[in-house]
């Protein structure tokens, strides 16, 4: 590993890199924060991953991708003189201080746990100087909807409002479920949208509850389903038929050939 002065020169490096490109490369000076942001949600996506496939090399190759859209970012805004990249360090490192004072401030030395934090997390983050208004108000509208629901979640649980038991969501999961049964018998489209949205709100919440990553569980859901339609697909093609031509009882005995074999 390397030390704290190789790390300090590495990201001296990266800022050098930047200002180069920002000054001497035609694309990279057109860029604004507009243009970048959706490569950075790529970016993010590609780190996530990286993560979940346990990957480190790769890992380590997104995370400098991400720095590197960062230091674009603050790049941008300081020809804009609106800020640079050491106030964005210096609110960070300010916020971290603040929201950890079992740490840095007058709660250092007394033992708590890590649920004792963590369920003071919310309203420490409340009493900060420019905090949002509202608990929910930093969770950004344009988060897709499993992990902006899971975020409201945590984020309400970390101010007490949350179940006693895990063994206590079961009974709004039925209730949920009923309600959606109830609103497809309906002919109101809005309230069926919105029953459905009840109970995915609902599922997302008991996995929380039981300790599983709603979008880790979803995404290897996913891929289960991915390999076992390839293997159903690949196999209908070597046998000369299409799956337009199949029956759903046959397409199923494929399928659970696939099953079978671990897929």
Request: with cysteine.
């Amino acid at each position: 590993m390397h030390s704290k002065e190789e790390k300090l020169a590495a990201f001296s490096r990266l800022l050098d890199v930047m200002d180069a490109l920002r000054e001497r490369c035609p694309w990279n000076a057109a860029q604004t924060m507009k243009t970048i942001r959706p490569l950075t949600e790529e970016e993010v996506y590609e780190l996530s991953d990286a993560i979940l496939r346990e990957d480190a090399a790769e890992t380590s190759k997104e995370i400098g991708d991400l720095l590197y859209h960062l230091v674009f970012y603050a790049r941008i805004a300081q020809e804009q003189g609106l800020f640079d990249i050491a106030d964005c360090l210096a609110k960070v490192c300010d916020k971290m201080e603040f929201r950890h004072p079992h740490v840095f401030g007058d709660l250092a030395g007394k033992n708590l746990t890590a649920k004792d934090i963590a369920d003071n997390w919310e309203l420490v983050k409340a009493k900060e100087k420019d905090a949002n208004k509202t608990i929910l108000g930093g969770i950004p509208d344009s988060m897709p909807a499993l992990l902006k629901a899971l975020s409201m979640q945590e984020k309400a649980r970390g101010c007490g409002f949350d179940w006693e038991s895990p063994e206590d969501v079961w009974a709004k999961l039925e209730e949920e479920y009923g309600e959606v049964r109830e609103a497809c018998d309906e002919k109101d489209p809005a309230h069926k949208e919105e029953e459905f949205g009840d109970l995915l709100f609902a599922v997302i919440n008991a996995a929380r509850l039981w300790d599983v990553d709603p979008e880790a569980a979803l995404n290897a859901s996913c891929a289960k389903f991915r390999r076992r339609f390839t293997y159903l697909e690949e196999n209908t093609i070597r046998k000369g038929r299409q799956l337009s031509e199949m029956s759903l009882a046959q397409m199923d005995e494929i399928w659970d050939e696939a099953k079978a074999k671990g897929l």
